[in-house]
């Protein structure tokens, strides 16, 4: 007895994308993830990855690991030193999160819940355009 190999709809892919930037720049008081989601929204973006953030938050509510203990924090006026993340907009939704790296007593690595940012704060965020 010979099994069959069930049959699959599938294409192959052959188009090639091109890497863009966006920049997006913030006036005092804006919300980060606010930004992020109307920037994709009106450019289009369904898929993004955040590539940098120069400037300093005005507000910032993170999270983070401290050895084995899970802390939240509060900020106000804080440098960014490094950004990274993915976000995907699904409707109105916006799913991802930004991990920022923050001057704490040394650099430490934490998940922005929710930030404001201070005047022009320069968010630059990468996706493909096919």
Request: charged residues 25%; hydrophobic residues 40%.
């Amino acid at each position: 007895m010979v099994d069959m190999i069930p049959s699959t709809n599938s294409m192959i892919f052959k188009k090639t994308g091109e890497k863009k930037v966006l920049t997006l720049l913030l006036s005092e008081g804006e919300n980060i993830h606010d930004s992020i989601k109307q920037g994709m929204k009106e450019n289009s973006i369904e898929k993004a990855t955040i590539e940098e953030i120069n400037g300093i938050l005005a507000s910032a509510s993170v999270n983070y690991m401290l050895g084995s203990h899970y802390k939240s924090q509060e900020f106000e006026n804080i440098q960014v030193l490094k950004a990274f993340g993915k976000y995907e907009l699904q409707g109105e939704t916006l799913w991802g999160n930004l991990h920022i790296v923050v001057p704490m007593p040394k650099p430490t690595n934490v998940t922005l819940l929710k930030g404001t940012a201070k005047e022009n704060l320069e968010l630059k965020i990468s996706f493909v355009r096919i």
